[in-house]
């Protein structure tokens, strides 16, 4: 039960902090989009985090690695899972979820400019993984 209730807790944090950058890009655009809203494939993304990035988190407080060690380790491996997941959904729908333009981007999935952005976001998912140790101790 715990684990549905993390799982659900990183899917609506990450829906929240998505809608919150979507709508920034969209005010800075100043583009006009019907649906800009996050998806709801984007909860289980998120989701996984309970599965994936908790065990390492886990382990680098484990073996002391010092924070900007696990960032260089976090980014490339949410990069990973953000080409991984972009791959499925594009395959099963024939449609991107996200698409990223630019000279910085890799199959349109991903888009390394964003890597620090990327960096204070896994920052915080550490801190929302130790508060939810807390709470459930």
């Known amino acids: 039960m715990e684990l549905l209730i993390r799982f659900i807790v ?3 944090v990450g829906l929240t902090i998505e809608t919150f950058f979507r709508t920034i890009g969209i005010t800075i655009s100043k583009k006009k989009f019907l649906l800009e809203y996050p998806p709801l494939v984007m909860f289980p993304i998120y989701g996984i985090s309970v599965f994936l990035f908790e065990p390492a988190h886990l382990f680098f407080l484990e073996k002391d690695f010092p924070l900007a060690i696990r960032l260089a380790i976090y980014v490339p491996g949410l990069y990973l899972i953000e080409l991984l997941t972009g791959l499925l959904i594009l395959r099963l729908t024939g449609r991107y979820v996200w698409y990223y333009g630019g000279k910085w981007q890799f199959a349109h999935l991903i888009n390394f400019s964003y ?10 998912w550490e801190y929302l993984h130790t508060f939810m140790n807390l709470l459930f101790i």
């Open 10 to 12: 990183y899917g609506i």
């Open 115 to 124: 890597a620090p952005f990327w960096a204070v976001f896994l920052f915080f």
